[in-house]
Each structure stands twice: as structure tokens, then as C-alpha cells.
């Protein structure tokens, strides 16, 4: 193939995909969705509804109750506010790096702290609820996890 062709090509694949981002109003459906943190409450309400449905699905005992709530209440998604993108717009380079390697340790804390609870939780469980568990949780192939919960 000759250069004249393959620029043609390249070019009718960037007026392609510009078109398509255009159509849906500018969204390049990276960044806007509810798991993006643009929608506080709808992925607050997912977290909850998941949880819910694990709850059930597990058939908890009262006595892996408390475990439950432990590692319920120490899900870090409800904890990963993003610097706000206007703040960070003032801020230089360096400034921003630092914002975000601060947002990056927060994360990790929140995670670390959330992995202590559920090892402790699934310590608790027996090894039918920690098969479900297993499946349950996002990260698996096959889940029904957090995708289910949109719905």
C-alpha cells in the first residue's frame, strides 16, 4: 500500500471515531459515568444494592454479622473523592502531581484498612459462602458484581 492510501485511511478512521464522539454530544464514554465519581449518589446506591445482594446471597449466621458490618463499612469506594479538576487547573505541575499522589495514598490507606476487614470477614465464612464470595465480587470473570448492580 502505498503512503498517499494509507493516510487516506488513517484520516477517514479519525473522522470515524470524531463523529461518533460527536453524536453522543462530545462524550467519549470514558470519565462521565457513575463509576467515574461524576455521580456520587447513583454509585453510592450501586455499593449499597450490591451489598444487599451479597448479604442475601450469602445466608449470613448472626455470629458473621459483625465481620459483615466491618467490611461493609470499610468499602473504599465510598471513600475515593478525586481532587476537584477546577482546583487542580490552578495548580502547576508539580502542585498537581503532588494532589495526586496524595489522592494515591489515601486510596491505598482506604484500601489496606478495607483488606484487613475482608480478610477478617472471610475468614468468618464457610467455604460454600466463600465460593459465592468468590464469584460475587468484582474482579472475577463472570460476576455479577457491580455490573448487576447498575441495573
Known sequence: MNKTVKMLLAGAAIIAVSTSVYARGGDCGFGD???MGKDSAKMEKMRERHLASLHDELKLTAQQETAWKKFAASTPMAK???PDPKELEKLNAPQRMEKMLE??????????????ALKEFYAALTPEQQ????DEMPGRGGHRGWRDAAR
Open 33 to 35: 459515568g457513575p463509576m
Open 80 to 82: 475515593m473523592d478525586r
Open 103 to 116: 489522592h494515591m495514598r489515601t486510596m491505598e490507606k482506604n484500601m489496606t484498612t478495607h483488606l484487613a
Open 131 to 134: 465460593k459465592a464470595f468468590d
